[in-house]
């Protein structure tokens, strides 16, 4: 095992970064995704509903691969090029954002309706209730259960390897192809994988404790 790392010690470590910057680039475009749509979802504009609704319930019930290949296969064929990278983080972006305004929507749906109602009846527009009072109590309740998503968003990166996007799991089949040891190459790709989700997980931990006490 510890050949393995040593020997492709430089490999591994690109591709520990490729994984960090997909998972971040996906994280923020998943979270601003999700937000508008669970937003959409809680408008009381009729067609901005259906259309929040549409968009979670389609994207969350297709799986990540599917969506990841329509980026990978047809749009380079019939629209323009793109790589595996990017092709990969905007699969993860779009399938992971259902999930993210799922869990934001409830978490709103979560605080007393009164705050809403108040905010309104002292001339406050909706958005300017939701943004200013609501979505604030909101953050609260959503932030153990997004945690949970951005972790697995970090595991769903691995998606890349399926895409050409030189990532952990991608170079960890290399290694085992070219070393013929899976299970040593898998275990060491599986460690570099604790390493950006474990901080991930205690930061996530903190922050429910911080909200808690404020």
């Known amino acids: 095992m510890l050949s393995i790392l040593t020997n492709n010690l430089g490999t591994l470590g690109g591709a520990f970064w490729v994984t960090i ?8 475009g998943s979270s601003v995704l999700g937000i508008v749509f669970a937003l959409f979802e809680l408008s009381p504009i009729r067609w901005l509903h259906i259309v929040g609704r549409v968009y979670v319930e389609v994207v969350r019930n297709i799986p ?14 019939y629209v323009f090029p793109i790589s595996g990278f990017a092709a990969g ?3 993860l972006t779009i399938y992971t954002s259902a999930f993210i305004a799922e869990t934001v929507r409830a978490g709103i749906e979560a605080v007393a309706g009164g705050q809403m109602e ?3 009846s002292v001339g ?9 009072i609501v979505f604030p109590q909101a953050i609260k309740v959503t932030i153990p259960p997004l945690g949970n998503q951005f972790i697995n968003l970090v595991k769903n990166s691995s998606v890349l390897a399926f895409v050409s996007g030189f990532d952990l799991m991608y170079q960890g089949k290399l290694i085992a192809a070219a ?5 040593d190459s898998y275990f060491v790709v599986g460690i570099f994988y604790l390493i950006i989700t474990m901080p991930l997980s205690y930061f996530m931990r903190y922050l429910e404790k911080r909200w808690q006490t404020a």
């Open 118 to 120: 108040g905010a309104r």
């Open 21 to 28: 910057e997909c998972s971040l680039l996906a994280l923020v």
């Open 89 to 91: 983080t905007i699969g």
């Open 124 to 132: 406050m527009t909706w958005m300017q209730a939701m943004t200013q």
């Open 179 to 183: 070393t013929l040891n899976t299970f």
């Open 64 to 77: 990540l691969l599917v969506i990841t290949m329509v980026f990978y296969v047809v749009i380079p064929k």
